[in-house]
């Protein structure tokens, strides 16, 4: 599939110079400036170790950023540093990238090797234990951007915000599946970070479904981070698909 239009691909198809161009511009400009709230707009993450997958879904233009695990990495069949060069490649400008360790500093040292080899596309996925609590706090600390994972609580989104976290990820589906709510929780962590004036964002992770994806933006979450079926589902209607079957035969009639 072809990959989106560039900035430099733009502007070789149009004169810059023309009155038209201009008062676009203008617009553009004003526009932006009413609608960039970096931390308070609605943001969708791939979360998949597929390239393919990424690379079909970029021309959307709707993709912020890429989620894998461990998990889905071996899902892959490939080499960690494969998959990530590739994402990279794609002109992804958010990969989080989950790093192991046994205690702070084995998860510095590994998360450093990343951003090393990735550099500021990489966002560091840590686990939300006391050990990547304090590697997190010292990451962020450096101006490393951070995303705490497997976050079942509302005092687990408490610490991470302590340390500065970027991104936590509140897992959606695995609560369910423990008969827990995790839109429950999104809620709660959102409406806690909200009252305390926190800057760490939400990112709702393990999203099984379309519908969580919208509860979890209603009560608040930064970021989804969705499987691309569940993006792909985002645009379908059965209503959508009938009225333009109709519309069509209409067209032609
Ligand atoms: C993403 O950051 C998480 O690792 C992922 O969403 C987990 O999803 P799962 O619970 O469906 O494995």
């Given at each position: 599939m072809d990959s989106p239009l560039k900035g430099e691909d733009i502007a070789y198809f149009?004169?810059?110079?023309?009155p038209l161009y201009i008062s676009r511009q203008r617009f553009r400009d004003s526009y932006n400036t009413y609608t960039q709230h970096p931390n308070n707009v609605m943001k969708l993450f791939l979360d998949t170790a597929i390239v393919s997958d990424i690379e079909d879904r970029?021309?959307?233009?709707?993709?912020a950023g890429v989620t894998t695990n461990p998990t889905l990495i071996k899902k892959s069949e490939r080499e960690p540093w494969e998959v990530y060069t590739d994402i990279v490649e794609l002109g992804i400008e958010d990969l989080s990238i989950e790093v192991n360790g046994q205690d702070s500093k084995e998860l510095v040292r590994n998360a450093m090797t990343a951003h090393g080899n990735y550099g500021n596309v990489a966002t560091i996925k840590l686990p939300c234990t006391i050990e990547g609590i304090k590697a997190c706090k010292y990451l962020s600390t450096i101006g490393i951007r951070v995303n705490m994972t497997l976050v079942f609580s509302e005092s687990q989104a408490i610490l991470c915000a302590l340390a500065n976290a970027t991104y936590i990820s509140p897992f959606i589906g695995r609560m369910d599946d423990n008969s827990l709510s995790g839109l429950s929780l999104i809620r709660s962590i959102c409406t806690l970070y909200r009252t305390q004036q926190i800057k760490t964002q939400v990112l709702a992770a393990s999203v099984r479904d379309v519908q969580s994806v919208g509860k979890a933006f209603e009560y608040g979450a930064d970021i989804c981070t969705i499987p691309p079926k569940v993006f792909d589902s985002m645009v379908s209607h059965v209503l959508t698909d009938q009225g333009l079957e109709q519309f069509n035969r209409d067209f032609l009639a």
């Amino acid at each position: 599939m072809d990959s989106p239009l560039k900035g430099e691909d733009i502007a070789y198809f149009v004169d810059n110079s023309s009155p038209l161009y201009i008062s676009r511009q203008r617009f553009r400009d004003s526009y932006n400036t009413y609608t960039q709230h970096p931390n308070n707009v609605m943001k969708l993450f791939l979360d998949t170790a597929i390239v393919s997958d990424i690379e079909d879904r970029l021309p959307t233009g709707l993709i912020a950023g890429v989620t894998t695990n461990p998990t889905l990495i071996k899902k892959s069949e490939r080499e960690p540093w494969e998959v990530y060069t590739d994402i990279v490649e794609l002109g992804i400008e958010d990969l989080s990238i989950e790093v192991n360790g046994q205690d702070s500093k084995e998860l510095v040292r590994n998360a450093m090797t990343a951003h090393g080899n990735y550099g500021n596309v990489a966002t560091i996925k840590l686990p939300c234990t006391i050990e990547g609590i304090k590697a997190c706090k010292y990451l962020s600390t450096i101006g490393i951007r951070v995303n705490m994972t497997l976050v079942f609580s509302e005092s687990q989104a408490i610490l991470c915000a302590l340390a500065n976290a970027t991104y936590i990820s509140p897992f959606i589906g695995r609560m369910d599946d423990n008969s827990l709510s995790g839109l429950s929780l999104i809620r709660s962590i959102c409406t806690l970070y909200r009252t305390q004036q926190i800057k760490t964002q939400v990112l709702a992770a393990s999203v099984r479904d379309v519908q969580s994806v919208g509860k979890a933006f209603e009560y608040g979450a930064d970021i989804c981070t969705i499987p691309p079926k569940v993006f792909d589902s985002m645009v379908s209607h059965v209503l959508t698909d009938q009225g333009l079957e109709q519309f069509n035969r209409d067209f032609l009639a």
